[in-house]
């Protein structure tokens, strides 16, 4: 789900309109961000360098190049690596000024908010020449010499595909932004499928739903496979039970014991669910089956509680704050032998065997139907 | 035959017939003695030595020789409550070199194989781009071209084995691996066509299929290496690897390799997926569960022999092999112990050694008949050593499911036929 839908929807149409490209921000809100450069920036008629440089026709402008203006050796020598100024590449320096063209001497430590960013360089590129702006849309040939100055991009021997020469035809006539490949998506087409929900409730859709109505659609749509009460049927999904049995010998991990997201509830549940025939219920039953879903697993009591787009957000579950990050590169097995396998006298003492596989019994084509599931199975 | 049978005695038994005189023709040959009589194979005339065979009209695409007919994937009925929404297994005892047959590819999906109709099939960029599009399949191809060789593995491939030895073949225990040569387009080319906003940090990778699959993708790999790709090996991909066109997204789980690829969403934080918070997450020992585990560690095993693949021809010479792969690039060795991790020897790496790609290697050594207890062992270029279980059952528990890459063990008995056992 796009989070500016109306700009999105703006930008389309102005992407049929106008021949040059659209920017994502607001010019006008982008005047108001600029009052925090003008201590140093001018732009517009009659603009002078001052502590830095005019920005009068900075879009296309290669960096370090404004005549008159006493650069840092830092960004002349981005500019001479083909640091070129465009949306993208502004962008980039406007979040993290030095991190980007390390020795700058612009002392501003960056906007932080991306829409800020947006907005200032739509106002920027008013004072640029529309031909020149059409080169602002980030181009593959940006992306390698905005990479040049602080990290040169190892090239395979292969050579680069040649890039068509110049525009055949204008962007903005549906194609994309470099080939003009494509047409622009229409905003019914983006709503058709469109459809995620995210953790801050981006994408959740009016409506609302009980756990009484949720419990019927349950029963008549979901039981057969997640049983009466979540418990599931054979080896389908358990959607409830399972709270603190996280580190036992045999945890289950159902949506109350396991899932960190609601969102992620709604979402499944909208795209995939009932299994065998997706996309079949509407925003409310999907809010009603959310609600039953929670019921199930204790987390709402009371089955006249309604779940809806408004406060979807103040519903926190269980297992939320057990997720941590990806640290198997740290990990002792790992740093122990580093670059250096051990090759003779390993280990101590002779094999034994510890388990034989077939003392489970559980070896395919031996299967007889009876109960006998892997101990670890996948999901 | 062999590969069929779980049961111990049974197959014990098999082996045994079929090894007396597979053994009694190698121990002859191998001492240059002449067979008591002529062997028919030579002196008899063979039908396909007398009869036409078919003609170039008869298997417009042709398949494998029907004595290869065990070549095939194979699932596991109880692993999964529907075949649906499950997995089979690539065949890799069968396999040799490091490109997998685009029929013999694992599948994995989560609402059914969607047989898509390329004329109807559109892909869609939407979210924090400056211009929404919609491309065709037509439009696909003329974006410039690539062609790479990757593996994909499932994330979950060897899980059942994290409580210890469960399944007995090399198939079940690591065949959620491919291998192909993909042709397509670069994401951050198509991206570009698209022109990403700067606060655009995440690509929701979209597919078509039941399931409507989707997971978020680091734009930082999305603008490195991902593809998207309408071909496998040559010709166009399989349906049940998404056909007409999968994201690419190497060294990565396959669960992120979206197929039947739809939709590309910019966007500034992650979607946090089914598929990547209640599934695709490890769950520790001490109840934790890490998040966003994408890159598939450095892995190998010895298809040849393995249980599926005893050892028929006796005692002499033995060529050992298997594969190895890892995320973070090429796979600089590959170890190999006959003593069950006491000792190891360098394996030979044959064939392309290609980043991210399957790697092949050979041991050739002679075999004395006696009992063995066959390991290897990878290490990949950054250095990391592949684990042993017991390593990374001390440091995860064995609730993790995923991402086991723990060195397997197959014992392999004085017949010559093969287990997965777990050893001290």
């Known amino acids: 789900m796009s989070r500016f839908p109306e700009i999105a929807l703006a930008a389309a149409l102005a992407a049929l309109c106008l021949s040059g490209p659209a920017y994502a921000g607001d010019p006008a809100a982008g005047e108001q961000v600029f009052k925090r450069c003008k201590a140093c920036h001018a732009v517009g008629d009659g603009a002078k360098h001052r502590v830095g440089p005019e920005l009068n026709e900075l879009i296309g402008r290669t960096a370090g190049t404004a005549e008159g203006y006493r650069y840092s050796s830092a960004m002349e020598k981005a500019g001479a690596g083909g640091l070129a100024w465009n949306a993208e590449t502004l962008a980039k320096f406007l979040d993290d000024p030095k991190g980007m063209v390390k020795g700058t001497k612009m002392s501003f430590a960056g906007l932080k908010k991306p829409a800020d960013i947006d907005n200032v360089i739509a106002y920027v590129a008013t004072f640029s020449k529309p031909s020149e702006a059409m080169d602002a849309a980030p181009k593959p040939e940006d992306k390698k010499t905005e990479a040049a100055p602080t990290e040169p991009k190892e090239e395979s021997a292969r050579a680069e595909p040649v890039k068509p020469a110049v525009a055949a035809a204008p962007a903005g006539e549906g194609g994309g932004l470099n080939y003009h490949l494509g047409r622009t998506a229409t905003a019914g087409e983006i709503a058709a499928w469109d459809i995620d929900v995210r953790p801050d409730g981006v994408g959740l859709p009016d409506g609302s739903g009980t756990v009484a109505q949720g419990e019927k659609l349950f029963d008549a749509q979901c039981s057969s496979c997640h049983g009466d009460f979540g418990e599931a049927v054979g080896r389908w999904p358990v959607l409830a039970g399972g709270q603190g049995t996280l580190k036992d010998d045999r945890p289950v991990k159902t949506v109350g014991s396991y899932w960190p997201y609601l969102s ?36 709402v009591t009371e089955e006249d509680f309604e779940l809806s787009k408004a406060n979807f957000g103040t519903i926190e579950m269980p297992n939320a704050q057990n997720f941590i990050a990806d640290d198997r590169a740290e990990e002792p097995q790992y740093l122990a032998n580093k670059n250096n396998p051990c090759m003779t006298d390993c280990i101590a003492g002779v094999a034994k065997i510890t388990m034989h596989a077939e003392v489970l019994d559980v070896t395919p084509d031996v299967q007889d139907g009876d109960d006998k599931k892997p101990s670890a199975g996948i999901e | ?56 009209d008869a298997h417009p695409y042709g398949m494998p020789s029907p004595f290869e007919k065990d070549a095939v994937r194979r699932n596991v009925a109880w692993l999964t409550a529907d075949p649906v929404s499950s997995v089979n297994f690539t065949p890799l005892h069968k ?8 029929g013999l590819c694992f599948e994995r999906h989560h609402g059914g194989a969607a047989v898509v109709d390329p004329a109807k099939h559109r892909l869609m960029i939407n979210g924090l781009v400056e211009k929404p599009l919609v491309f065709t399949m037509d439009d696909l191809r003329r974006f410039p071209r690539v062609n790479k060789i990757y593996f994909l593995e499932c994330a979950a491939n060897s899980g059942m084995e994290w409580r210890g030895s469960q399944l007995n073949g090399c198939q079940f225990t690591h065949g959620m691996v491919h291998c192909v040569m993909y042709t397509g387009v670069l994401l951050k080319d198509i991206l ?14 979209e597919g078509a299929d039941s399931a409507a699959m989707t997971r978020s993708i680091p734009m930082e790999k999305a603008l490195d290496d991902c593809m998207v790709a309408f071909a496998m090996n040559g010709e166009a991909l399989r349906v049940e690897q998404g056909y007409p066109v999968r994201l690419v997204v190497p060294g990565f789980e396959g669960n992120m390799w979206v197929k039947w690829l739809r939709r590309l969403e910019v966007g500034d934080e992650p979607w946090e997926q089914r598929e990547e918070t209640s599934k695709y997450t490890d769950l520790l020992a001490n109840g934790k569960a890490r998040h966003f585990t994408w890159a598939m560690d450095v892995k190998s095993v010895i298809t040849n022999p393995s249980p599926q693949a005893p050892i ?8 050992l092999t298997g594969l190895a792969w890892s995320g973070n690039g090429t796979v600089a060795r590959v170890d190999i112990s006959t003593d069950g991790g006491r000792n190891w020897k360098p394996a030979r790496i044959d064939g392309p050694s290609l980043p991210m790609a399957l790697h092949r290697f050979y041991y050739e050594m002679d075999w004395d008949g006696s009992e063995m ?43 010559g036929a093969a287990e997965n056992v777990e050893i001290s």
């Open chain 2, 312 to 319: 028929t021809h006796g005692k002499g010479r033995l060529v």
């Open chain 2, 95 to 102: 396999l040799d070199g490091i490109i997998t047959p685009n």
């Open chain 1, 264 to 299: 992620t509830v709604y979402d499944y549940i909208r795209r995939a669910m009932p299994f065998g025939n997706a996309r079949s219920l509407s925003d409310d039953d999907v809010y009603a089956l959310t609600a039953y879903v929670l019921y199930l697993n204790d987390i």
């Open chain 2, 1 to 56: 035959m062999v590969e069929r049978s779980g049961n111990g005695q049974s197959r014990r038994g098999f082996l045994k017939a079929g090894l007396a005189g597979g053994a009694a023709l190698a121990g002859s040959l191998a001492a240059g003695r002449v067979l008591a009589a002529d062997d028919p194979a030579i002196t008899q005339i063979q039908d396909w030595n007398r009869y036409s065979g078919d003609g170039v």
């Open chain 2, 373 to 415: 207890f066959l390991q290897s062992r990878a290490m990949d270029e950054k250095g990391f050593v592949q684990p042993t279980k017991q390593q990374l059952r001390a440091v995860r528990g064995a609730n993790s499911i995923y991402h086991n890459n723990g060195i397997q063990t197959w014992y392999v008995d004085t017949n």
């Open chain 2, 192 to 205: 570009a066509e698209a022109g990403v906003k700067p606060a655009g940090k995440w690509v929701l990778a």
